[in-house]
């Protein structure tokens, strides 16, 4: 259940109860509407407890956050309630009215209590299979960690909940393949080596990513396939390039898209990479700046490795992972061999859109153009 279902509930809850309690200050109103309005009370206080513990529970919010929606319903609540008191007031049958709102406020504060403590009755959210796995699949082990030593439990931070939502739905409903190919970049890092010499003392720093970035939109333009997104039954080729890069923060993982990538410079391309990373790592990421997206690159850099299956981004249909670039001795003809410095590649690809073959033949067209990056002018 999100977090503005739940406060949407809280609020109408927040209402109804307010109101039929401004109702009850009428001197004629009746016994039996006092017992309601008071039985509204006590569920009320419930519905409190019941929606600071699901969101505090659920999403991992502060508290402080959590307590501003609650103040923000009762003062919006409160506020109704009392102009709805004077109605009460003017009315020709108090008591009538009082118990009306009375029952209004009891039907709503249930609603609202049975959403946040089971949302499933309502369908704000799909309801799992028994013991929370999928049909046919065992339910996720419970297990008492603390028995077998110390442990330390640490919330998750809010990015992470998200993404790992997003991977788990992205890992489960697209069909994944991943071919893996080395492309030669010698001549290409010995260019961009002499390339940060000469520009540095405008700031900018090209890395590896940036030239990656720009032979993908010319590998796009050659595969269209690769830059498109399944709706239903149909294929949506674009014919705009906006690629994503995976950038590491202290919070979790985030995509940043540089936009037409394919009608900048490999430098403009590497300042910008360079503003959105710093936005990321401060948390000042927006969301327009995550979105759009047609294709994504996720380079474990200097980390270390040399294959991975990277997940695809949906809606996108392939993923470009890289790792550190390594030396290596390359033979061509099995008779004289050569120290060559070659990028390993990892193409995750949707098989419902692409098939082996294309996706053979999209590794060796983006490795071809590393090897030389003359070809993207081709």
Not at 73 to 101: C, D, I, N, S
Request: aromatic share 10%; hydrophobic share 50%.
């Amino acid at each position: 259940m999100s977090l503005n279902v739940v406060t949407l509930l809280y609020l109408v809850a927040s209402i109804c109860f307010i109101q039929a309690l401004k109702g009850l200050s009428h001197p004629t109103t009746s016994i039996r509407g006092n017992v309601f309005g008071m039985t509204g009370m006590a569920i009320a206080a419930l519905t409190t407890g019941a929606l600071i513990f699901r969101l505090f529970e659920s999403y991992g919010i502060a508290p402080a956050v959590g307590l501003g929606w609650i103040l923000l319903g009762l003062v919006v609540g409160g506020g109704y309630g009392t102009w709805r008191a004077k109605t009460v007031q003017m009315t020709a049958m108090p008591e009538l009215v009082a118990f009306f709102h009375s029952m209004i406020g009891m039907a709503a504060v249930f609603i609202a209590v049975a959403a946040a403590v089971e949302p499933y009755a309502f369908g704000i959210v799909a309801r799992p299979a028994a013991g929370g796995a999928m049909p046919g699949i065992l339910p996720w082990p419970q297990v008492d960690f603390a028995k077998f030593g110390t442990v330390e439990r640490k919330d998750l931070s809010r990015i992470k909940k998200i993404s790992g939502a997003n991977l788990h739905r992205n890992w489960v409903m697209i069909p994944h393949v991943t071919n893996h190919d080395d492309a030669d970049i010698t001549d290409l890092e010995a260019f961009r080596v002499q390339l940060n010499k000469e520009n540095e003392k405008s700031g900018v720093r090209v890395s590896m990513l940036a030239f990656m970035i720009k032979a993908a939109c010319a590998t796009l333009v050659k595969f269209p396939e690769f830059n498109a997104s399944l709706d239903g039954d149909n294929l949506v080729i674009k014919k705009y390039y906006h690629i994503g890069f995976a950038a590491d923060t202290p919070n979790g993982l985030v995509v940043p898209v540089i936009r037409n990538a394919d009608q900048k410079g490999v430098v403009q391309i590497a300042q910008e990479m360079g503003d959105l990373a710093k936005l990321a790592r401060d948390g000042k990421l927006k969301p327009d700046q995550m979105q759009g997206g047609t294709f994504t690159i996720s380079s474990l850099g200097g980390i270390g490795g040399i294959y991975f299956t990277p997940i695809i981004n949906a809606p996108e249909v392939a993923i470009m992972g890289v790792c550190r670039s390594f030396w290596k001795q390359v033979s061509n003809d099995g008779k004289t061999a050569a120290w060559r410095y070659v990028l390993p590649l990892s193409l995750s690809w949707d098989h419902r859109v692409i098939d082996g073959a294309s996706a053979a033949r999209f590794n060796a067209h983006y490795a071809a153009l590393l090897a030389d990056m003359r070809r993207v002018l081709v």
